[in-house]
């Protein structure tokens, strides 16, 4: 990861959030509790980074009142944040902190009061009361309203633009990483300064953070198309070229599972026929290349929900046998996550890990200390000795 870009990217995952609907959730951690999928109307608020879960004799929390964080259908103002507390062998939520949002205070305040006043029955090891951490939670509270910009942000915005196309790209991103912290920016500003964030990281060589930067569109764009949002945060000719760099980087990190996806986001949306001819072209040749390489490598790193949190990564499988190597840094735990089951993996390992006979549309989910970088190689079982 480029020294400069590392300073401000921070990954963001977002729930299916929207007037008069809300869903907190948690990030893809599987420590403990199951990952509930994009849901609507969920009420209950998620536990995750329980390391304890792990042990013996351990019976997680359970929340027996308060109402889950959530804003009032009214409010009408663009919000998201992540927030971490622990539940005290009392059952009390203690140290409630918002790691990071977008800046609007009395929300940050609203849900912090929230989450203090939710209720436990607390967690135990071997029938002992025990305080346990909880999150990172995510909330996002996005709006169906016609996407502008604020005149400051958009004024900043054009001026490290203009220092980009210069190839200025130290001048656009400290614009960049103004634009960052502009307090209170609403969804759209967020996508356009993922937009130029992307952008300098291309320049850089930084495929990595390219992407990661992408993904945050997506997910804002992903969610506006699922909840049917007559205003697009990315317009449908943009977001079809954007699907395509995506694809185009997946390949090249060997996810070829990952940019299938991809594709099909890319077919269904209806794009250009040029632009879906040339994703097919390129996948079809990834096919056929993934499928003569008895060890395919995908490079991974940890990147952090909020700045100072713990890492996370994911990739979809291709193959059933699989086994990480080069590992630089700390991993606490991997999880194998597949349509209706899921398994935490033994790490370390001695022998290649393999997917249960049955299972099915397999993910990799790692966690561990942020800025881990490993390389995760799928073997084909049948050249193995």
Known sequence: MNARTRQFFQRTFHCTLYSPFYTPCSTPLRAILRRVALLALAM???????????????????????????????????????????????????????????????????????????????????????????????????????????????????????????????????????????????????????????????????????????????????????NRFENPYVEPQHYALMLARVHELQLANNQLADAQVTFNQIQIRGSDDEVIERVKSAQLAAQQRFQAMPDVATRGELTPLYRGGSGTWETRLSRDTFELQKVRGDINWIYLACLGNERRLAYPSSRPWEVPVGWKECKVEISGRAGTRFELHQLDSSRLQ
């Open 44 to 226: 209950s608020t998620l536990l995750g980074s329980l390391a304890v879960s792990a042990q013996s004799g351990f019976i997680p929390p359970e929340r027996i009142s308060g109402r889950s964080p959530s804003l009032n259908s009214n409010y009408t103002e663009e919000a998201w944040l992540v927030y971490t507390y622990k539940i005290d062998a009392g059952g009390n939520v203690v140290d409630a902190v918002i790691q990071s949002s977008n800046g609007i205070p009395e929300v940050d305040s609203h849900m912090l009061a929230q989450i203090e006043a939710m209720k436990f029955r607390p967690a135990t090891r071997n029938g002992n009361p025990v305080e346990v951490p909880a999150g990172p939670v995510v909330y996002t509270w996005i709006l169906d309203i016609p996407r502008a910009m604020r005149p400051e942000f958009s004024a900043t915005l054009e001026q490290a633009w203009e220092k980009f196309r210069a190839q200025d790209y130290d001048g656009a991103f400290d614009l960049a990483a103004h634009l960052k912290e502009m307090p209170g920016r609403n969804a759209f500003e967020d996508v356009k300064f993922q937009v130029l964030a992307a952008s300098i990281a291309s320049r850089w060589d930084d495929p990595a953070i390219e992407m990661q930067h992408l993904k945050r569109v997506m997910e804002f764009q992903n969610l506006a198309d699922r």
